[in-house]
């Protein structure tokens, strides 16, 4: 739930995709903004999925937990340009929402702190000669800053970036990767 006064009246939609292969849209709610600019979404989970909003020229993220209540907040609403719309190629903007009263252990913390950690290596990595010892190097240094959790979904999701991460050794992508993360 939330409220926002530039979204009044617009339809709100909650999806999230299946899978990456089919890219299959499973839509968890959608909601009309009232005219106090206040919107609510109302669904049953069963596990913690990557949900979105389509928000203008923005795409709203977050990470949805079975039996949670999120209060978010919306960027300020932006319809696409003109040029955006004739543009084939336009997607909007991904942003991770904000909310009001987050615990510090929910999984968007937990995952917003992990991605500032590796942004910083991934760009490190970029800068230098890439080897197995410095993308090791920057995974320990993640890890130590962002500890492994006992949250499932986090585990998963670090595991598919640290995937990532390993393939920027080229000569080793993408075997060292799916031996190393997937094949377990």
């Known amino acids: ?19 990456g292969w089919e890219y299959t849209k499973t ?11 206040e919107f609510q979404f109302k669904f049953n989970l069963e596990e913690t999925r990557k949900a ?8 709203g993220c977050l990470f949805v937990e079975p039996g949670k209540i999120y209060s978010i907040n919306l960027p300020n609403y932006e319809e696409p340009s003109t040029e955006d719309k004739l543009n084939p190629y336009f997607k909007p903007q991904e942003l991770l929402l904000s909310f009001n009263n987050l615990p510090i252990h929910d999984i968007n913390q937990l ?6 950690a590796f942004d ?19 995974i ?3 890890d130590s800053i962002c500890p492994i959790s ?19 050794h080229a000569s080793s992508a993408p ?8 094949l377990k």
């Open 27 to 37: 839509i968890f709610d959608t909601c009309t903004v009232a005219p106090n600019g």
């Open 1 to 19: 739930r939330g409220q926002d006064s530039t979204y009044i009246g617009k339809q709100l939609c909650l999806y999230t995709w299946n899978d």
């Open 120 to 138: 910083q290596q991934w760009m490190e990595l970029l800068s230098k000669e890439i080897n197995p010892q410095r993308i090791e190097q920057s």
């Open 52 to 59: 979105q909003i389509t928000l203008g020229k923005y795409e």
């Open 140 to 142: 320990a240094y993640i």
């Open 175 to 182: 075997d060292l990767s799916i031996r190393t993360y997937f």
């Open 111 to 116: 995952i917003t702190k992990f991605e500032d």
């Open 150 to 168: 006992n949250n499932d979904f986090m585990e998963q999701y670090r595991l598919y970036r640290y995937a990532l991460m390993v393939n920027l």
